[in-house]
């Protein structure tokens, strides 16, 4: 095997071994993506030179003996995260050239643990939308159909992990922009308890709701990863302060005696019948693997959509009122006074799917619609999470589909937003409550594409997610596939 289809933990024991070194990994990845990225685009910004060069100094620190398990390992960025010296764009035209002066805090803990950066991955602009069609920078394509989309809006991330662009990457979920596009592009992708990750450096889309997590070939990965990112920061006003564990100590404990919860809401009328026998064929695993089934409900998810539509966009309303072509970012030309200036910045510089949220959320926030809009979703949200805190007092995890169909080509929803909103429809519950929840691979439609399995777990107990989705990944033993790209 090439050097760029293995995991991080596979490479680890290389490069300790000396078998491999980190710049054999990092000119093996840098040659994958010029084979392939042409076809798939994951990348806004590349950084051979510098990832190289990393790779030379990660190679010193590994003779001298100095090495974390991320020591050497290239990792690919969404284009939302703040890295110094280094374009953050958020996919859109406005940010186009804008270079952060600091990093984000999740930039430096993975810096300090040894990984390299191949680079800022594609996105849907300013993380709004389902498929990585909005952004500014063109559209990433699925690898395992390039007539296909990726997922969103991580799609670029997913995408970059699944045509081994990379060795893993970081994401972030507002909605399930981590699981959606995980689930689509046959990937591991979580996304945290809010808190449990610094947003510090994050551009904000919505700011009670956003979350970076990672984005891996397996579990084990994820958890490693983990390991890395989480915990608590003090530059950063909703990081909690709670105990982080050794993710991975968790992985081989498995979940003899546990109870899995089967939400009926979340097998629903129009979904993929491949979608729902993939599914079902792990829910019989359950008993396999020493745990117990049982259904259970979530009687508010049918609000979920139409809650998290009102407070998305409110957020993302007052977020993006910084972006007026003043302070920085882009500026229209030829304006006649500051008000025309305001208003050709923002109309040139935003794309349609973002103005649109912005016109939802200000109209939400607007006076008199407040109280009937922002307020009655903001209570929704309330019942969201008290159907969570239920369901948790009968079970461990719950267990869903992560999307309800497949990848969908490019193009097929982008004239129909509702259509696209209802792709994250078993995703952005756990958004709305603040849980975790994970997506692993689980199974391929007839045409080849994958299908993902969603896991979720109570407050902070990302190492109950991980020890089940570690559980169910061994016992689904997924047939190993790759995806069948031209410049292979």
Request: charged content about 25%; some cysteine.
């Amino acid at each position: 095997m090439e050097p760029y289809e293995l995991t991080i933990h596979e490479l680890h024991e290389k490069l300790r071994s000396g078998e491999l070194t980190s710049l054999d990994i990092t000119a093996s990845v840098f040659e994958r993506i010029e084979a392939v990225e042409e076809e798939v685009h994951s990348y806004i910004t590349l950084l051979k030179e510098d990832a190289l060069e990393s790779a030379r100094k990660s190679d010193i620190e590994i003779r001298r003996g100095n090495m974390s398990q991320l020591t050497g390992i290239p990792i690919a960025v969404k284009d939302l995260l703040c890295t110094r010296g280094i374009k953050t764009t958020c996919g859109s035209h406005i940010l186009e050239d804008f270079i952060p002066p600091y990093d984000a805090t999740v930039i430096k803990k993975l810096k300090n643990a040894g990984a390299i950066f191949t680079g800022k991955t594609n996105m849907d602009e300013f993380a709004m939308g389902s498929s990585t069609e909005t952004s500014y920078f063109g559209i990433t394509k699925n690898p395992w159909d390039p007539e296909r989309i990726p997922g969103g809006s991580s799609g670029g991330s997913a995408a970059a992990v699944a045509a081994d662009e990379c060795i893993a990457s970081l994401g972030t979920d507002t909605g399930g922009s981590i699981r959606q596009p995980a689930a689509l592009c046959g990937v591991v992708g979580l996304k945290p308890t809010y808190g449990r990750v610094s947003r510090f450096g994050l551009v904000a889309f919505a700011s009670s709701l956003d979350q970076i997590g990672p984005m891996t070939k397996d579990v084990q990965d994820c958890a490693i990863m983990m390991n890395v990112i989480a915990g608590y920061d003090s530059n950063e006003s909703t990081s909690v302060p709670a105990e982080v564990p050794d993710y991975e100590s968790f992985l081989k404990r498995g979940i003899e005696g546990w109870t899995v919860g089967i939400p009926k809401e979340y097998f629903i009328e129009g979904m993929d019948p491949e979608v729902s026998s993939a599914v079902e064929k792990v829910i019989a695993f359950i008993e396999a693997l020493g745990a117990k089934s049982c259904h259970i409900s979530l009687p508010h998810t049918r609000y979920g959509v139409a809650a998290y539509y009102i407070v998305a966009p409110a957020e993302a309303s007052s977020n993006l009122a910084r972006y007026d072509g003043v302070k920085y970012g882009f500026r229209a030309a030829g304006s006649s006074n500051l008000m025309d200036m305001y208003k050709k910045s923002r109309s040139q510089g935003f794309g349609a799917e973002v103005k649109r949220r912005i016109m939802i959320g200000t109209y939400a926030l607007s006076s008199g619609y407040y109280d009937a809009y922002y307020k009655k979703a903001s209570q929704i949200r309330s019942l969201m999470k008290k159907d969570f805190d239920d369901a948790f007092k009968v079970c461990d995890v719950i267990l869903t589909p992560t999307t309800p169909t497949p990848a969908f080509k490019i193009g097929e929803k982008t004239d129909d937003p509702l259509q696209m909103y209802l792709s994250d429809v078993f995703t952005l519950p756990a958004n709305l409550a603040g849980i975790p929840g994970i997506s692993i691979p689980c199974g391929y439609s007839e045409g080849g594409l994958p299908i993902g399995l969603q896991l979720l777990a109570g407050y902070f107990k990302e190492e109950k997610l991980l020890q089940a989705a570690s559980a169910f990944e061994k016992q689904i033993n997924l047939e190993k596939r790759r995806p069948l790209l031209h410049g292979i």
